[in-house]
């Protein structure tokens, strides 16, 4: 691109963030760095829009967390999974901002939690405050950087959002803005053609280098496309660069003009956390599914109901007629103004046998259709599911098979459509258990399976009158499980002779075989003690406290009694969703402090 260019864009950017009123220079960055992002905001995940920016800790945990403005705590969080530690910080701008992954607090935050989780006997909790209690100022410690909860690495990751709505909203208004002057990157174009139940591609541009001249500021594919007289959208494959030209990340919007005026518009400025899983419609999802490759769409589903679009009246659509010629133009562009664009010509041939149409529609002869306005019942012996309007996005026509029954199983394995169709919501699920031992029936579950009988994924639900209900979150293979197998517990390390000034905790394994860890407790010298809780690692941790002081006096007391060897009793209890319990009870001899 042109110097020129680049600022000229760069200036019209800067003048539409001051139009949207969002405080560029109220906020501080919350890291002692540059703006460094791992990932940028909105980026692609799985079932959802990535709802805020990664911050970049070079690996590290334990980088000082500040507060990004003055304001106080309305909401503390901490799970397993999820965002981990994290603190929710309102401001009196009418803005929110989140910090999640610590690794742990810092000041009164650390005494509040600690009191707050012994005084309600949990690790785990989500506190929302009415009233401010704990206030901060701008560039007060919060915290230190982490990876807790689901976190696949060391990072913070940071929020925006509007106080009263709770919409995400895009860090870069607010000044997050990492320095960039590298263009995104468009890999490829799909055509597709509109069927009776999703997509057909019709044809595929790979943006190979000897396929592409440049002219001017964007690139023009060297052929002429060649299209029937058909309703057409248009998918992209693109990818824009920040730091370096070898790490690529999300896109922060993109345009389709036809003939010079445009279709389509999609920014990732802003949305709300009920829109987020609109993703799967968003992109080619059975494309996704199949090659690992998200193709997002130039236009919008009848069931896409995600804000950030502007399209016109065919939603991205458009209808090319017999003799007719012109070009595509697509613009990728970042944040920053970086842009990159393609520009297609096209020319439309006669009319003609569409065989792959005739094909795809014969597929469709003796299948059912479920409506997403509507409520939904699919029955058959054995098998009932339920859903509801919204819970999925378009018209399917769907099939319902009955498996060849397979090892371990107490129901036949239903196949309800293929998982290549997305849910938006999950439906209900009912199947009947062919027979149960008396006082078992508690533990049986629905279970999911990716292929015919092949790793079996919980699904949970309970046992009524002979069948087992539930919530399925796709379509696929489901069947009835029962699970009677405690979780496992496991010391990982004890010091027999502990001392604070050499090692300040002790850390156990658990797992479970299949449901998953559904509630935890230590006690030691029958205390109630804090308990860590690492989900994605199956640790947890006991972190000497107040408790271990009140043990050690119980050791000296029994030294003072004349008990030749003291000792600490620590008693943890694991169990999973349906009842399976493990107890141990660990003895440690005290000799010392």
Known sequence: ????????????????????????????????????????????????????????????????????????????????????????????????????????????????????????????????????LLFVKKGDTLGFSGNSGSSTGPHVHFEYRDTKTEKIINPAFFGVLPYDTLAPFISQLVFYKFVAEGLMPKQRLIFAKNKLVQEDSFWVWKDTMELDPEMYGVGVEAYDFIHNAKDPKGIFGYTLSLNGEQIFKHELNRFGFDETKYINTHIDYPYYKLERTRIQKCFVDDGNKFSNYIT??????????????????????????????????????????????????????????????????????????????????????????????????????????????????????????????????????????????????????????????????NFGNYSVLIDTVPPSLKQVFIN????????????????????????????????????????KNNLLTYRFDEIYEAAKNDALNQANQGILNPTLELRIRVSDPKGNQTEKLFIMPFNGF
């Open 1 to 132: 691109m042109r110097i020129g260019s680049f600022f000229c864009l760069l200036v019209f950017f800067c003048l539409n963030l001051k139009a949207q009123n969002y405080p560029s220079n109220y906020f501080r960055y919350p890291l002692d760095s540059a703006v460094n992002l791992v990932s940028p905001f909105g980026t692609l995940r799985d079932n959802h829009f990535h709802s805020g920016s990664d911050l970049r800790t070079n690996g590290k945990e334990g980088l000082v967390v500040y507060a990004a403005a003055d304001g106080y705590i309305s909401r503390i969080k901490i799970q397993s999974g999820g965002y981990g530690k994290a603190v929710y910080i309102d401001h009196p701008n009418g803005y929110t901002t989140v910090y999640g992954h610590l690794q742990k607090y810092h000041g009164a935050l650390v005494r509040y939690i600690h009191q707050y989780q012994y005084k309600n006997k949990t690790f785990e909790f989500d506190k929302i405050f009415d009233k401010p």
């Open 312 to 473: 016109n009246k065919s939603k991205g659509k458009f209808f090319l007629n017999t003799g007719e010629r012109g070009f595509l133009m697509l613009k990728v562009y970042d944040v920053n103004g970086n842009n990159a664009q393609v520009k297609v010509y096209y020319k439309v041939g006669s009319n003609r046998i569409d065989k792959e149409r005739q094909n795809y529609l014969a597929t469709l002869k003796g299948k059912k259709a479920l409506y997403p306005l509507q409520t939904n019942y699919i029955r058959a012996a054995g098998f009932e599911a339920k859903l509801d309007p919204g819970d999925f996005y378009d018209t399917i026509y769907y099939y319902l098979k009955v498996l060849p029954r397979i090892k371990h199983v107490w129901a036949p394995v239903y196949q309800l459509h293929q998982a290549l169709t997305p849910l938006h919501r999950n439906m209900d699920i009912a199947i009947k258990v062919d027979g149960i031992i008396e006082g078992l029936e508690s533990k049986l579950e629905l279970v999911y399976f990716n292929k015919e009988g092949d790793n079996p994924r919980s699904m949970g639900g309970n046992y009524n009158n002979g069948w087992v209900k539930g919530k399925a979150s």
């Open 496 to 535: 027999i002779n502990p001392d604070p000034s050499d090692t300040l905790l002790w850390t156990f394994e658990i797992k479970d075989n299949f449901t998953g860890i559904s509630s935890y407790e230590g006690y030691l010298n029958n205390r109630w003690i804090l308990l860590d809780f690492d989900g």
